[in-house]
């Protein structure tokens, strides 16, 4: 049931954004003169078809993983008399410029209407108090104490844990100092702090900056579940099961995720009783040696478990924002906007090497999180749409020929020079961008099943 449910939430995802982008250009086709002669959502055996009054042939194929729009154009055979004034070739530059950036826009759009839509209900965070800082951290060695909030970072006000991290991520890969700006508890004055870093999580799959920071949310837990147990794992060998809930590890009271996972990783080949809960009140003992695995660089211990936690914050360090529906939208178009240059420096990172390509991800990872993201609640699986559309609209806009990024290229230069860039050029360009594709595609894919041993 759980793979179904991923894959039906996968198919919405993808369904919903390959339509808007590609209606973008349909839409502006038809605007423009063009005629269309067919849309295509997926790939392969159509599943359903029908044409409307103009002759498009509208088409629901069997492959959703992406979809087109076939327009009357020269470069695609013979064209009648009667449609060469509708060909997309025949109009200028500017129209033709205008239907290829009108997939992105609409991406774009979808993400504000999708994040309007979660901001109508309010916006909550909770405010970045630490909760533990851990000791020997860069962060305690900076001076962060429990109870210190973070006020600004390098500047930029954080009113939230998730402002936090997003500035934060602006460091990894980097050497220097992080600018804090904080106050103790009990206090209302304001201290610059400074955390220096070398190469900041450069090689780090997934990087967590908080926790390498040595910072802890001051969250409550009240379970923390294994959601699926590995069957090649360490932890199903002792016998931990799917559905476990972790009491206590090595006779202390499991009080936090970074806890349970500080204690996993620092004990390869070395056995940890753990008291779990099973079926109805049920308490197990199970004696696990997590195994040793490397990754980024350390030796670390592993149980082949995920994990879930329930819990909650101190209900005084919650803040909640409610908009308007005007305020909704500027507030959606805002978070957009951010999003957008947050999808582009991690782009830029990548290129220049300061962020590890391990965190590429493939078709796996975004049918995972599609269905986590379902099973969390609506808002949280419209946040995700909004954010898989920004990404789409970031990555078909970069110069890249057979994207969208790569056509917008060949009608600047030919507004430039004057003339259309050569079919040769072009077909050149198409190959190269194809097999970069392709070789991007298959590295994602492999990251994805890599994450999963």
């Known amino acids: ?185 009990e206090s209302s004055i304001q201290y610059d702090l400074s955390v220096p870093v070398t190469e900041w999580l450069r090689d780090a799959q997934e990087p967590s900056p908080l926790r390498e920071l040595g910072i802890t949310p001051p969250y409550k837990l009240d379970k923390l579940k294994l959601v699926t147990v590995a069957e090649d794992g360490a932890g199903f060998s002792a016998g931990l099961r799917d559905g476990d809930r ?3 590890i090595n006779g202390q009271d499991v009080l936090s995720v970074e806890q349970f996972i500080q204690a996993i990783s620092g004990s390869a080949g070395v056995a940890v009783q753990l008291i779990v809960e099973r079926d109805e009140g049920q308490q197990l003992t199970i004696e696990a040696i997590p195994r040793l695995v490397e990754r980024d660089g350390k030796q670390l211990g592993q149980l082949g478990v995920q994990l879930s936690s329930e819990g909650s914050y101190p209900q005084e360090l919650l803040r909640n924002v409610d908009y308007s529906l005007v305020g909704a939208v500027l507030r959606a178009i805002e978070e957009t906007k951010e999003t957008s240059f947050f999808v ?61 990024g790569g056509h917008i290229v060949y009608y600047l230069v030919e507004i430039i020079k004057g003339s259309p860039v050569s079919d040769g050029v072009q077909l050149v360009g198409y190959k190269i961008g194809f097999f970069m594709l392709m070789g991007l595609m298959l590295f994602a894919t492999y990251n994805d099943v890599m994450r999963s041993f």
């Open 246 to 248: 972790v009491v206590t």
């Open 344 to 404: 582009l420096d991690s782009l830029a990172k990548l290129v220049v090497g300061d962020l590890s390509p391990k965190n590429i991800s493939g078709p796996i990872t975004i049918a995972k999180v599609a269905g986590d993201s379902a099973k969390s609640g609506f808002d949280n699986f419209i946040r995700f749409i909004a954010i898989l559309s920004i990404m789409l609209g970031v990555m078909n806009l970069l110069p890249i020929p057979v994207l969208d």
């Open 1 to 185: 049931m759980d793979l179904l449910q991923t894959l039906f939430f996968t198919m919405i995802a993808l369904g919903v954004l390959v339509s808007f982008h590609e209606f973008g250009h349909f839409w502006v086709a038809r605007r423009c003169g063009v005629k269309v002669q067919r849309f295509s959502i997926g790939f392969g055996t159509p599943l359903l078809r029908w044409h409307d009054a103009q002759g498009t042939e509208f088409v629901l194929a069997a492959l959703p993983l992406g979809g087109y729009v076939k327009m009357v154009d020269e470069r695609e055979g013979n064209v009648s008399a009667e449609d060469l004034p509708h060909a997309f070739s025949q109009k200028s530059v500017w129209q033709r410029l205008a239907i290829v950036v009108a997939g992105p826009a609409a991406n774009f759009l979808l993400a504000v209407v999708a994040f309007w839509i979660v901001f109508l209900a309010g916006e909550r965070g909770i405010a970045p108090v630490a909760g533990s800082v851990i000791s020997g951290s860069l962060a305690e060695q900076s001076g962060f104490e429990a109870g210190s909030e973070i006020v600004a970072v390098n500047g930029h006000p954080t009113t939230t844990w998730s402002a936090v991290s997003r500035q934060l991520f602006g460091y990894i890969g980097t050497s220097g100092d992080i600018p804090f700006t904080v106050t103790y508890p």
